[in-house]
């Protein structure tokens, strides 16, 4: 995972993704994300409507809608 993309969301159903580059998005997305897929952004959303860069393992760097995605809950482990 590239050093910064930290913050683990969860898609609330299934979403898709364009895969990362400078420049023009394409209009159709390069995949989807599976409902209860984590994605790891590098810094929390401003607005829940609008497109940022995250992590998805597999994948790499990708961009998404952020309106189906919501923040993956807290882990325990015991060390």
């Given amino acids: 995972m590239p050093n910064g993309y930290y ?6 159903s299934e979403e898709p993704y364009w895969n990362f580059g400078f420049g023009r998005i394409n209009q159709k997305p390069d995949g989807t ?3 209860g897929g984590i994605l790891y952004l590098q810094r929390p959303p401003d607005d829940l409507g609008s497109h940022q860069s995250a992590y998805l393992n597999g994948v790499g760097r990708v961009i998404v809608k952020m309106g189906g995605f919501r923040p993956a809950p807290a882990t325990v482990s015991n060390s």
């Fill in 33 to 35: 994300i599976p409902g």
């Fill in 7 to 12: 913050l683990p969301y969860i898609a609330e």
